[in-house]
C-alpha cells in the first residue's frame, strides 16, 4: 500500500489535543492519530449507508401490517419457555 504526504494545519488546541493523546499512549504520532480519525470515519459511514439501505428496503416491502404484542409476547414465551428456568 502506498503512501502520501499531506500537510494540514491545526489549531493550537486540536494539536495540543493529539499530543496529549500520543503523551497518553494511545498513538505513537500524528500521523497514526489522524489515520485511526479516518479509519472510524470511514467505518461510520459505511453503517449509515447499511442503515439507510435497511430503511430502502423497509419502505420498499410494502405495506406495513398490524403488530399485536400481547399476541407476539404470548408466541415468544411459549417458544422460549424451556429456556426460562
Do not use: C, V
Not at 24 to 29: I, L, P, S, V, Y
Not at 56 to 66: L, M, Q, T, V
Amino acid at each position: 500500500m502506498g503512501t502520501t504526504r499531506k500537510t494540514i494545519t491545526l489549531t493550537d488546541q486540536q494539536d495540543n489535543w493529539i499530543k496529549a493523546q500520543i503523551a497518553a499512549g494511545q498513538f505513537t504520532n500524528d500521523s497514526e492519530y489522524i489515520r485511526d480519525l479516518i479509519r472510524r470515519d470511514q467505518a461510520s459511514q459505511a453503517d449509515l449507508e447499511a442503515i439507510r439501505a435497511a430503511l430502502i428496503k423497509g419502505e420498499e416491502s410494502g405495506e406495513p401490517r398490524a403488530f399485536d404484542s400481547s399476541q407476539f409476547k404470548q408466541e415468544m414465551a411459549a417458544k422460549h419457555a424451556d429456556k426460562i428456568r
